[in-house]
């Protein structure tokens, strides 16, 4: 078992192209790889792992196959803290037997679960090395699929390697100053279970708008396409966050577009999205 940290973006496919430029340009980058990925998702008809917050894929990456199961984990500054255990296997199918000494081999009929949708892209690696640590960052460019449908998939996720936690946020925020990026909490495996029809994202309450909250739920708008409703009321502690980070003005202009109803997907085409999200990620809750 290892534990991941790590922040991803989504961006549009001609932000990404700037995002890989830039990333390129970093004192102490260097290129790595590019692979060609076919991540298969697994479930049960009635979605018991989606259920417990649990991701279980097999990956096809050139000639080698890959199981790998991954709780969501939490969340901290921004990034996503999770468990993760991975197996090689023999071709692109579920080995089930791998399972049994894992919690998920203690409450799941393994014998029902079956592929529930793909994820499909080509990743370009990008390593960064400084005095704080070594981040790897995965380059992601392709589409989910599910049931004959298929979405956009274009990520930049950022995972530290070595080093101090605090680089991860550094380098996304200093991406988050050239090109726009949004701060995606929803996972490739929530946008597959979303399209499979397995996975109906819980709204958050304007009650409880914490900055948490609030981060949470612009994710959960992303991923239907639209507006994340809110009053000005609810948004009061999310202002007097931004103005401690010194993003008032990236919230000023956030805050206009939520209130006059633009979809989220529309508002994270503008830099102050992603500027506001990731200032205040590193505050949160």
């Not at 726009?180 to 996975?199: D, R």
């Amino acid at each position: 078992m290892a534990e991941e940290l790590e922040i991803k973006l989504s961006l549009s496919p001609e932000q990404q192209v700037a995002g890989l430029c830039w990333l390129l340009g970093q004192p102490g980058s260097s290129r790595g790889p590019t692979k060609a990925l076919v991540n298969r998702y697994y479930d049960t008809p009635g979605g018991d792992l989606n259920r417990q917050k649990v991701a279980l894929r097999v990956r096809r990456a050139g000639d080698r196959f890959i199981q790998t199961l991954k709780t969501q984990g939490e969340f901290v500054d921004g990034a996503h803290r999770r468990q993760e255990w991975e197996w090689p296997v023999a071709e692109m199918a579920l080995n089930p037997a791998l399972l049994v000494d894992t919690p998920l081999g203690q409450g799941v009929d393994l014998a029902a679960l079956s592929p529930v949708f793909e994820t499909n892209f080509e990743r370009q690696i990008v390593m960064l090395e400084d005095e704080s640590g070594t981040i790897e960052v995965a380059v992601d460019a392709g589409y989910v699929m599910a049931g004959g449908a298929q979405r956009p998939l274009n990520e930049i996720e950022f995972e530290l390697k070595s080093g101090h936690a605090d680089g991860l946020g550094r380098r996304a925020r200093s991406l988050a100053a050239q090109v726009p990026v949004f701060l995606n909490l929803v996972s490739k495996a929530e946008q597959g279970y979303f399209m499979a029809g397995l996975h109906a994202p819980a709204d958050v309450s304007e009650a409880e708008l914490s900055v948490a909250g609030f981060l949470r739920g612009l994710s959960v708008a992303w991923l239907r396409g639209e507006p994340l409703a809110v009053n000005p009321e609810a948004l009061s502690a999310i202002e007097a966050a931004a103005g401690a980070r010194g993003v008032s003005a990236q919230f000023e202009v956030v805050r206009r577009g939520l209130l006059s109803g633009e979809s989220v997907p529309d508002l994270a085409s503008s830099a102050e999205l992603g500027q506001l999200q990731l200032a205040l990620a590193a505050s949160a809750p």
